[in-house]
């Protein structure tokens, strides 16, 4: 089967973020089981390649041009957002008519959120499209304040949720993305097949030594440095737990992102930091690239995701779960499905609850251990070649074959 999965987002040169890892797992198990894959990202240079073979997955770059300054118009700039995503969504189609005269492929699978689909589902004939809802902006327009989404949300909203209504098929990583786009748009959840996104889970697999109580014990945070990933409430709770637990230390592994008042949140959080004297047990990486963050996830003992934002599935927890870590996460969107009962789930926001989450597994090495073992055992449910498989299967139901 020939597979096209269309998403701006593809490493390395647009990122590695969610929906990004997604599409690069998820194309390498497909390869692996004999599918052919085309992979339809951006580009935002020239100097990127337009063609390149990604270890035996096709990746095609379409040139988007950065328009930055439309932006920068006043009252109109707010509303630049929405008319550049129906620009780029119609340069995917022209790419996607191109591969049909070629090589057409059997299905497209497009993310939802931007509304990459828009125009290539409002067109006929058509391939069979599937829409994968990793997280809506109409969904994550709710947990950002007006300034960290400082663009009109209406327009991007319709073009989303007439991609969605578009499709042929619809999936989601989670049951819980699921019953919520379809509150949100009113119809049936069933219209959902929930297949969790894919993971390299051997790629993160680590060996790791005994501990005793006296040894450092390293708290991971992975993410970039945004309020919404809960750096704050972290940042609340360090002090308490290093108070009573002087051999603890906190890791930040992530890129800096400005506060929107002046300065940015490591310079924030180092100055909190220094003015609760525990400066000293408090690092900060910046981005990393992918080997060392594997180093990181070997040396630490527990991972703490207490993310404000909603996520559909989250990789951090899985990549965690996959190094048998300890993890601690909130109990939002769908991780508490991708975490199960392998780890500790507290509310989001409360930095007494993770206080106490994180005072109980420093102590207990005992329950440190048994919570490895645990979240191994339930990463192994996103093993990326058995996901590839799950998703051939609805590929080819689609497909009526």
Not at 362 to 369: A, D, G, K, W
């Amino acid at each position: 089967m020939h597979i096209a999965l269309v998403n701006r987002w593809y490493p390395p040169h647009t990122g590695f973020g969610g929906i990004a890892i997604y599409d690069n797992y998820l194309a390498h198990a497909l390869v692996t089981l004999g599918h052919r894959v085309t992979v339809l990202a951006a580009r935002w240079s020239p100097d990127v390649p337009a063609y390149e073979d990604d270890s035996g997955v096709a990746v095609r770059r379409i040139y988007f041009s950065p328009r930055d300054r439309l932006n920068r118009i006043p009252l109109l700039g707010r509303y630049a957002r929405p008319l550049l995503q129906v620009l780029y969504s119609r340069q995917v189609t022209r790419t996607l008519n191109q591969m049909a005269d070629d090589d057409s492929p059997d299905v497209v699978e497009f993310a939802e959120i931007n509304a990459e689909g828009w125009a290539y589902l409002r067109q006929r004939p058509r391939r069979p499209v599937v829409v994968r809802c990793h997280t809506p902006t109409f969904v994550l327009r709710d947990y950002y304040t007006p300034t960290e989404m400082p663009f009109d949300t209406v327009w991007t909203t319709r073009l989303e949720q007439d991609c969605i209504r578009r499709a042929d098929a619809l999936t989601a990583p989670s049951h819980d993305m699921a019953r919520t786009v379809a509150g949100c748009m009113g119809f049936p959840v069933e219209r959902f097949t929930v297949i969790p996104n894919p993971l390299d889970v051997q790629a993160f697999a680590v060996e790791r030594g005994e501990k005793s109580a006296d040894d450092e014990i390293i708290v991971l945070h992975v993410g970039r440095l945004d309020r919404t990933k809960g750096i704050e409430v972290l940042a609340q709770a360090i002090p308490a737990v290093v108070r009573a637990h002087p051999q603890v230390r906190f890791v930040y592994v992530g890129a800096d992102r400005p506060t929107g008042q002046g300065d940015t949140w490591q310079q924030r959080l180092t100055g909190y930091f220094a003015q609760a004297g525990v400066e000293q047990h408090v690092t900060f990486t910046g981005p990393v690239d992918q080997a060392a963050l594997l180093n990181w996830y070997r040396r630490a003992d527990i991972a703490v995701v207490p993310s404000l934002l909603y996520e559909s599935f989250s990789y951090t927890v899985a990549q965690a779960m996959a190094a048998g870590l300890a993890v601690i996460a909130t109990r939002m969107g769908g991780i508490p499905e991708t975490l199960g009962e392998a780890g500790l789930s507290v509310e989001p926001g409360q930095a007494e609850m993770l206080i106490q989450a994180l005072n109980t597994l420093v102590i207990n090495t005992e329950l440190r251990s048994k919570m490895s073992a645990m979240t191994r055992q339930k990463a192994i449910n996103y093993h990326a070649p058995n996901i590839a498989e799950r998703t051939i299967q609805f590929y080819k139901l689609l497909r009526g074959n």
